[in-house]
Nanobody, 126 residues
Framework: QVQLVESGGGLVQAGGSLRLSCVASGRTFSQYRMGWFRQAPGREREVVAAISRSGATTYYTDSVKGRFTISRDNAKNTVYLQMNSLKSEDTAVYYC???????????????????WGQGTQVTVSS
């Protein structure tokens, strides 16, 4: 069982930056691929970014490419999402997700992930 706790959300003006963090419990964090998803009001949850176990492979949805960066520190059991040049359409609840994997691959579907955090609200004012 893995518990995920997100932090770093908040209210920011358009064009600003936030860094989300997700800390995982347990001693096997390096065996998990990680992802960040978001859900805006009235919309389905969607993938934002994903990272493989080693961090060698990353994925970004088109709308955040060049603005967001996913990274991980396996020594700290933490995955990050650096969000720059924020737009009002980035407003959503952001969720961290984890899934144990033997391969060094990324997952971009909800069903690819077994464990989920409670979410952190990001609000971008225009």
């Amino acid at each position: 069982q893995v518990q995920l706790v997100e932090s770093g959300g908040g209210l920011v003006q358009a064009g600003g930056s936030l860094r989300l963090s997700c800390v995982a419990s347990g001693r096997t964090f390096s065996q998990y691929r990680m992802g960040w998803f978001r859900q805006a009001p009235g919309r389905e949850r969607e993938v934002v970014a994903a990272i493989s176990r080693s961090g060698a492979t990353t994925y970004y949805t088109d709308s955040v490419k060049g603005r967001f960066t996913i990274s991980r520190d396996n020594a700290k059991n933490t995955v990050y999402l650096q969000m720059n040049s924020l737009k009002s359409e980035d407003t959503a609840v952001y969720y961290c997700a984890a899934d144990p994997q033997y391969s060094d691959s990324v997952g971009i579907r909800e069903y690819s992930y077994r464990y989920w955090g409670q979410g952190t609200q990001v609000t971008v004012s225009s």
